[in-house]
């Protein structure tokens, strides 16, 4: 069975212990062949969640540690967020690693400041829309934080362990820049606009006679820039028109200067033709208008001290950018200079807002002209909460961990999740290790006891299966989660379980002996009903009909039980009749919760998964590979139709209830091609 666990609590100093010297390793044999077992001593048990965290829990226990993307998620992959040059990628587009704006207190203000990327994940949540008085539609689960004119607030009221949270109303606003604007599409309007704002600002081109009676012609374009960005974008654009450039060194860096590359080309075609690129367009589209701007900013532009200029002496360049400003809407002045050479300054008014809706809107080069870093955090705009809705359906949702603990989403300011990154500290490489070399906090139960009976311990709910699958395969060797339920029991200590094995039945009379004593939540995954697809996607996991199975001994035994119906697989699980037949065995087998997760392809998984399916389904290939071709998810239609399959089929089940915690796990392909649900 392929395992794959997280290294992923939050010890005392960041490490479960202090070098590799204090893990033994012991080879498993048997029913555990091909697994190593890293025996550690765990220096707590009980692990807080960090307060800036938005899960429906403070406190975990993980037994066994390994790689999952189980927590809180709050945003939708679409949604745009401000990178560190400037512009926005989607959510679901967002790497550990990533430079992004976050903000932080300086003196009197809150700041933009640049912060990276420490951990980005994703599954299903239960989504809202929450909507502002600029048009702003921002999709986020119930537990997302804002901030607002009012301090942090969460979407929902509900989800607090003891009453009501902070959360939104329609007498909040929200704090931030106001939405951002949709980008250029880089078509071939926009490149030539680019290049003709880029030329004519900063190039020069000519043909010139030279020698007696000028026998001797010259045909030359150059165009030298100190920042490379603007100089290989108009490098590209005129390649992909067929014009072909050199690049040289126009002139050495010094002490004071930087160096200046240029490029050229030195024949009467080529420049000829950049002469027809660069002509004035008569009637000029949106798009090459945007080019044109993004090129005559790149060429004259500046931007500092909270003031972004265009500035240019050629009276036609200077209508041109003023009226191509008015086209989007922008308020401006014109700063004309006593200068001789008519220089005029055009400054755009309106704030950070109007400047970041430039930056986005047209979408120039040059990544240190559209640096924020360090503006104190100010808007005019109008950012009031006009609705908070539940939309009833379960969809991707998406957080990440950054160093300022929050970051830019769509102009509002959004905190994040605790870190969840991946340590290396035992030498375990990503992939195969991860799924056959186990760390064991082998004193899991004896910090337990101790931790329960200490005084600082106030008897909150905890949540397992959070980062890791409590009855993992090694859980039928080391008995750890079952001498931690008789504790948790023994201690009346309410607490959940996430998990896909069957193993949980073996502990079925210490669950409901708990029950009795406190409040126990548990929660069952079940991917499909057909075994054909099981045995081709999941082998190593116990069959569909032995985990509904599962949940109705569960049920039985008087145990709440949840299921969610994942991952819905395109060809294989997809079609109505199947995903309705899955809710209705859940909800026959007595889940009290179900929802479902179509199947969802993140990085180098999706090439992965599609190789497979070369090999085992290769009528599927085609069909499978056309549906992600756009990135990690299908169609929202198809997305939404499952959702909607699910809602209705539950609700026609009779089943309408939510779990207390019910935690949308993530759905993978694993290296082994087997669906692992954690």
């Known amino acids: 069975m392929a395992l794959r666990w997280a290294l992923a609590e939050t010890e005392e100093d960041g490490t479960l212990f202090p070098d590799e010297r204090k893990a033994t390793r012991h080879v498993g044999k048997g029913a555990y062949a091909g697994l190593e077992f890293l025996h550690v001593n765990a220096r707590s048990i009980i692990n807080a969640v960090p307060p800036q965290s938005q899960m429906p829990f403070r406190y975990t226990i993980n037994s066994y540690r390994g790689c999952s993307h189980a927590c809180v998620y709050c945003i939708q992959g679409d949604t745009p967020i401000l990178m560190g040059d400037g512009t926005t990628k989607p959510m679901a587009q967002v790497r550990a690693g990533d430079r992004i704006y976050g903000t932080r207190r300086r003196g009197v203000y809150r700041r933009y400041v640049i912060t990276e990327v420490l951990d980005h994940w994703s599954t299903v949540r239960r989504a809202y829309r929450t909507t502002l008085e600029d048009g702003t539609q921002l999709i986020t689960s119930g537990d997302h934080r804002f901030l607002t004119d009012r301090g942090w607030k969460y979407v929902t009221g509900t989800g607090a362990v003891d009453g009501q949270r902070p959360h939104l109303t329609v007498n909040n606003r929200m704090l931030g820049t106001g939405r951002f604007a949709a980008g250029p599409d880089h078509g071939p309007d926009y490149r030539r606009g680019y290049l003709c704002g880029m030329i004519r600002g900063d190039g020069s081109i000519g043909t010139y006679a030279y020698g007696p009676e000028g026998r001797r012609v010259v045909h030359r374009f150059r165009l030298a820039v100190v920042d490379h960005e603007g100089l290989s974008r108009t490098e590209e654009y005129l390649r992909l028109t067929g014009i072909s450039t050199t690049e040289r060194i126009f002139q050495k860096s010094t002490a004071t200067t930087k160096q200046v590359n240029a490029i050229g080309i030195s024949t009467s075609s080529g420049v000829d033709a950049i002469r027809e690129l660069i002509r004035w367009e008569p009637v000029a589209s949106d798009e090459w208008v945007k080019g044109f701007l993004a090129g005559i900013f790149d060429a004259e532009g500046c931007h500092g001290r909270g003031t972004l200029r265009i500035s240019n002496t050629d009276p036609q360049i200077l209508v041109r950018v003023t009226s191509a400003l008015r086209r989007f809407g922008f308020d401006f002045a014109v700063e004309v200079s006593k200068h001789d050479n008519g220089l005029a300054n055009i400054r755009i008014r309106g704030g950070l807002s109007e400047r970041l809706r430039f930056f986005h809107t047209v979408d120039p080069a040059i990544?240190?002209?559209?640096?924020?870093?360090?503006?104190?955090?100010?808007?005019?705009?109008?950012?009031?909460?006009v609705s908070v809705e539940p939309l009833d359906l379960d969809l991707p949702l998406y957080d990440m961990t950054t160093g300022t603990g929050d970051f830019v989403s769509d102009g509002v300011i959004s905190h994040n999740c605790f870190a969840r990154p991946t340590h290396d500290y035992l030498g375990l490489n990503i992939g195969e290790d991860f799924e056959k070399k186990i760390v064991v906090k082998i004193n899991a139960v004896e910090r337990l006891r101790a931790e329960l009976r200490s005084s600082k311990w106030?008897?909150?709910?905890?949540?397992?299966?959070?980062?890791?699958?409590?009855?993992?395969?090694?859980?039928?060797?080391?008995?750890?989660?079952?001498?931690?339920?008789?504790?948790?029991?023994?201690?009346?200590n309410p607490f959940s379980i996430l998990t896909k094995s069957t193993l949980i039945l073996r502990d079925t009379a210490a669950l409901a002996a708990a029950a009795t004593r406190t409040h126990v939540a548990l929660n069952f995954s079940v991917g499909c009903l057909d075994r054909s697809v099981w045995r081709l996607t999941e082998p190593g996991t116990p069959p569909?009909?032995?985990?509904?199975?599962?949940?109705r001994r569960l049920t039985d035994a008087g145990l709440s039980c949840g299921v969610l119906v994942a991952p819905v697989l395109?060809?294989?699980?997809?079609?109505?009749?199947?995903?309705?037949?899955?809710?209705?065995?859940?909800?026959?087998?007595?889940?009290?919760?179900?929802?479902?997760?179509?199947?969802h392809l993140r990085g180098s998984v999706r090439e992965h998964y599609l190789?497979?399916?070369?090999?085992?389904?290769?009528?599927?290939?085609?069909?499978?590979?056309?549906?992600?071709?756009?990135?990690?998810?299908?169609?929202?239609?198809?997305?939404?139709?499952?959702?909607?399959?699910?809602r209705a089929t539950a609700i026609r089940c009779g089943v309408t209830g939510r779990s207390t915690y019910a935690p949308a796990a993530s759905v993978q392909i694993t290296p082994a091609a087997q669906l692992t649900l954690l």
Do not use: C
């Open 458 to 492: 106030g008897g909150d709910h905890i949540a397992m299966g959070t980062n890791t699958d409590p009855y993992q395969h090694a859980e039928g060797k080391y008995h750890l989660t079952q001498g931690i339920i008789g504790l948790l029991s023994e201690a009346r």
């Open 367 to 385: 990544s240190r002209r559209r640096s924020i870093d360090g503006e104190a955090f100010k808007s005019k705009t109008t950012l009031k909460v």
């Open 544 to 551: 569909p009909d032995r985990r509904l199975a599962a949940v």
């Open 611 to 646: 190789e497979w399916l070369k090999t085992v389904r290769p009528d599927l290939y085609a069909s499978t590979k056309e549906r992600f071709r756009s990135g990690a998810y299908q169609a929202q239609s198809e997305r939404d139709r499952i959702a909607e399959v699910v």
């Open 570 to 599: 395109p060809g294989l699980s997809d079609s109505d009749d199947q995903v309705r037949a899955a809710v209705e065995a859940a909800a026959a087998a007595g889940a009290v919760s179900i929802s479902g997760v179509a199947l």
